[in-house]
């Protein structure tokens, strides 16, 4: 049974610093891209970066890069959002989603926000994460 399940989140200040996590079980690590999307009140569902475990290639949206860093623990079958320099508008539900195809995946980053079907080509989500960052 594939199994994600994120950690993390929680309230920070402007410019403050956390920490996300995404443990994955069930299914061979290094063959999937982990991504990691959020979701404000009333909008889509929005890329924020992805990893693809077997190259190591990465993507981040331009609204994160240069203050987020996605990183994976192989030993572990975990995915890292380290979020620093956050945003108000960072505020969202963060979740991690495992997928065998790094083409969807990447996709998927490269429209910025996926619908409510497109969010359903995606098998194995966490559980979703609050982040809120106080102005």
């Known amino acids: 049974e594939v199994q994600v399940v994120q950690s993390g989140g929680g309230l920070v200040q402007a410019g403050g610093s956390l920490r996300l996590s995404c443990a994955t079980a069930?299914?061979?690590?290094?063959?999937?891209?982990i991504a990691w999307f959020r979701q404000a009140p009333g909008k889509e569902r929005e890329g924020v970066s992805c990893?693809?475990?077997?190259?190591?290639?990465?993507y981040y949206a331009d609204s994160v890069k240069g203050r987020f860093t996605i990183s994976s623990d192989n030993a572990k079958n975990t995915v890292y959002l380290e979020m620093n320099s956050l945003k108000p508008g960072d505020t969202a539900v963060y979740y991690c989603?495992?997928?065998?195809?790094?083409?969807?995946?990447?996709?998927?980053?490269?429209?910025?926000?996926?619908?409510?079907?497109?969010?359903?080509?995606?098998?194995?989500w966490g559980q979703g994460t609050l982040v809120t960052v106080s102005s």
């Open positions: 069930g299914f061979t690590f290094e063959d999937y891209t």
């Open positions: 990893i693809s475990v077997r190259d190591g290639d990465t």
């Open positions: 989603a495992a997928e065998e195809s790094k083409s969807l995946i990447w996709s998927f980053m490269a429209l910025g926000s996926i619908t409510t079907r497109q969010v359903t080509f995606l098998e194995h």
